[in-house]
């Protein structure tokens, strides 16, 4: 069919339903790029579209162009040449309030596998629909955390309550809203309330301000699975605590699934009571650290798997040793290579460009890494109960032996400082054995779990 026989916005509602169902774009993708496209003109040579500036043209014609004459082809018959006006900020009329034409594949008869999928596209309400376990890079750090959610999700009430708690940027949020959605898969009626605690806090005090307490002990009582994220926001206020300890043993008496997250472990959270506190470690906690470089390169392959524009491993691996703090530091580095390669007309990416454009972002790591070995021996000797003078002192009963070792850890660790300029700041001792010390705490560490969540709670403490 010629393309003058079609109405344009016809044509255009039709290439973008052709690019709405192919598979190589994701729907913020699509939502991004191509609904703010309008519709001008079409001839027997080209197709006009308007755009809102020539930024935004360069960008969607390297990266898009040829899926947009796919897709024109496909809806007119015929090749036409794309052709961009800018200056257009909004679709006109009201075009892109009338409902889109799908492409849909040939009907074919329904198998229990096809139902099933069908459930997969449900989300739970106010979740990412991202964050499921699928799109969580497991490693060692976070593997028991991972094991624990899914089996929380698909085997309710084998660890209840489930509290996963770590920095922020690890992956404590994702984990908990890939169970909602799981649950969710499993058990299409479950009632599933993910909230984060500030917004529960905020939720009960207006509920008391309306006279409406009821309102919010029965939804949350109703639950079949809580989560709760940032649960440490508990310890602002002592009736919220209270409301809290009464719902909690409702839905726990009642056999529904609680997990909770937060930045500390529960015996950490200043200002919670007691009893909580012993609710919270009835089941099973579990502590996600900052992932090894080996994990970062895995998260950033995995994250640009969605980008269209691709960045060299060898480029991935400095991101991955240079930005060790978060996993959201880590995508928003990649996020910003793969935006200046789109807007530079897909430039590669080589370590020296990736290292000046994201100089700001290293600078920050760096600052946080400025740990002085001074801070280290005070946190120690702080967290063990013991003088300053005893870590820095050749006394070496095991009470301040083990301490000490586990400064000289923490110093080769979390430092810059060579051997020997740790030895000398403990005392004059020799690089012997600031190495010694460093694999007795490594070996213990894997062999006493006590030994590695109290070093977790001295990091915390010295990088704070």
């Not at 052709?18 to 993708?29: M, Y």
């Not at 809290?244 to 997250?261: D, P, R, T, V, W």
């Amino acid at each position: 069919m010629e393309a003058t026989e079609k109405n344009i916005k016809d044509i255009w509602k039709e290439s973008r339903a052709i690019l709405r169902n192919n598979p190589n774009l994701g729907r913020e993708t699509f939502e991004q790029w191509f609904k703010c496209i309008v519709p001008i003109s079409i001839n027997s040579e080209k197709i006009v579209l308007g755009v809102s500036d020539d930024f935004f043209g360069d960008i969607l014609m390297n990266n898009y162009g040829d899926l947009i004459k796919e897709a024109v082809f496909k809806a007119v018959g015929s090749e036409l040449v794309i052709e961009l006006e800018f200056g257009y900020d909004a679709p006109v009329d009201d075009y892109d309030d009338e409902p889109e034409k799908e492409i849909k594949p040939e009907p074919k008869e329904l198998t229990p596998s096809d139902l099933n999928m069908d459930l997969k596209t449900r989300f739970a309400s106010n979740c990412h629909p991202e964050h499921n376990f699928s799109a969580f890079v497991v490693g060692e750090e976070s593997q028991f955390a991972y094991v624990a959610a899914v089996t929380a999700a698909n085997n309710p009430g084998t660890y209840n309550p489930l509290f996963i708690y770590g920095g922020t940027g690890l992956g404590k949020t994702h984990l908990l809203q890939a169970v909602a959605h799981e649950y969710l898969n499993n058990h299409p009626a479950a009632i599933i309330e993910y909230i984060p605690c500030e917004a529960l806090v905020n939720y009960y005090v207006d509920s008391l301000r309306a006279g409406k307490h009821w309102e919010f002990r029965n939804r949350f009582r109703a639950a079949d699975v809580l989560l709760v994220d940032d649960i440490q926001f508990l310890s602002k206020g002592k009736q919220i605590q209270e409301e809290f300890f009464n719902m909690f043993n409702s839905l726990y008496n009642e056999g529904k699934q609680i997990i909770l997250a937060s930045d500390r472990a529960p015996s950490e959270i200043n200002g919670l009571e007691d009893r909580l506190v012993s609710r919270f470690e009835f089941g099973v906690t579990t502590e996600i650290i900052p992932p090894s470089v080996e994990t970062r390169i895995a998260i950033l392959r995995k994250k640009q798997e969605k980008h269209l524009i691709k960045i060299g491993d060898d480029v991935l691996a400095f991101i991955a040793s240079r930005i060790t703090s978060n996993i959201r530091r880590l995508e928003g580095a990649l996020l910003r290579l793969v935006a200046y390669s789109s807007a530079m007309a897909n430039c590669a990416i080589t370590i020296d460009l990736a290292e000046k454009l994201l100089v700001q972002l290293i600078d920050q790591e760096t600052a946080a890494r400025k740990v002085s070995i001074e801070a280290i021996q005070k946190v120690v000797a702080d967290h063990f109960e013991i003088k300053l003078s005893d870590i820095l002192g050749s006394r070496r009963p095991k009470n301040i032996a083990n301490p000490r070792m586990i400064a000289m850890y923490l110093s080769r660790s979390m430092t810059d400082h060579s051997l020997p300029e740790i030895g000398e700041a403990f005392g004059g001792r020799n690089h012997a054995t600031v190495i010694n010390a460093v694999k007795k705490i490594e070996l213990l560490c894997k062999k006493d779990d006590d030994v590695k969540r109290n070093i977790s709670v001295m990091k915390r403490a010295i990088k704070s």
